[in-house]
Antibody, heavy 118, light 108 residues
Framework: EVQLVESGGGLVQPGGSLRLSCAAS????????MSWVRQAPGKGLEWVSV???????YYADSVKGRFTISRDNSKNTLYLQMNSLRAEDTAVYYC????????????WGQGTLVTVSS | DIQMTQSPSTLSASVGDRVTITCRAS??????LAWYQQKPGKAPKLLIY???SLESGVPSRFSGSGSGTEFTLTISSLQPDDFATYYC??????????FGPGTKVDIK
């Protein structure tokens, strides 16, 4: 059974950093496209980043230069390092399998809430 | 960048109604479009991929159509479990994947 479990969310001050983790089971992270999608309170879905099976990474303009997506193959885990956080980064962050070029997102994690506030 | 729009933004309907939601892309995305259903406090759920393919386990009352820039999601007979928000997403680009703004289906 495919499962994605996010962790690492919480309250952080503006300008601070946070690293989100997404532990996968039932499939191999390194063999799949993996994405992060976020949803601000009361708002719609916003794609954040993707890492391809070959290792290429892409980011939304809103997070480019501040966020870094990566994976640990030995732990079968996806990460999102978030630096220079802003109030507008406050959202539930979802880890997802798929989401790359011509690849549907077929599994989602339960989400982890990141709140950026002083 | 490819922009996605959805209409209507809110739809009030009754159980048993036929419901249609439209999604438009700012440029052709061929058939690389997915539809997701999201309920409050829950992760989105994939309903339709590649514009018209039904995801495994999804009831057959859901269907999708379209190609190029205009797409529709149809629920043939609305059920109580279908009251939710629906999002389209294009995945034709290599580096940018855009969601539509969402359509909330609520009880009339």
């Amino acid at each position: 059974e495919v499962q994605l479990v996010e962790s690492g969310g919480g309250l952080v001050q503006p300008g601070g950093s946070l690293r989100l983790s997404c532990a996968a089971s039932g499939f191999t992270v390194s063999s799949n496209y993996m994405s992060w999608v976020r949803q601000a309170p009361g708002k719609g879905l916003e794609w954040v980043s993707v890492i391809y099976s070959g290792g290429s990474t892409y980011y939304a303009d809103s997070v480019k230069g501040r966020f870094t997506i990566s994976r640990d193959n030995s732990k079968n885990t996806l990460y999102l390092q978030m630096n220079s956080l802003r109030a507008e980064d406050t959202a539930v962050y979802y880890c997802a399998r798929g989401g790359g070029y011509r690849q549907k997102i077929d599994y989602w994690g339960q989400g982890t809430l990141v709140t950026v506030s002083s | 960048d490819i922009q996605m729009t959805q209409s209507p933004s809110t739809l009030s309907a009754s159980v048993g109604d036929r419901v249609t939601i439209t999604c438009r892309a700012s440029q052709s995305i061929s058939s690389w479009l997915a539809w997701y259903q999201q309920k409050p406090g829950k992760a989105p759920k994939l309903l339709i991929y590649k514009a018209s393919s039904l995801e495994s386990g999804v009831p057959s009352r859901f269907s999708g159509s379209g190609s190029g820039t205009e797409f529709t999601l149809t629920i043939s007979s609305l059920q109580p479990d279908d009251f939710a928000t629906y999002y389209c997403q294009q995945y034709n680009s290599y580096s940018l994947f855009t969601f539509g703004p969402g359509t909330k289906v609520d009880i009339k």
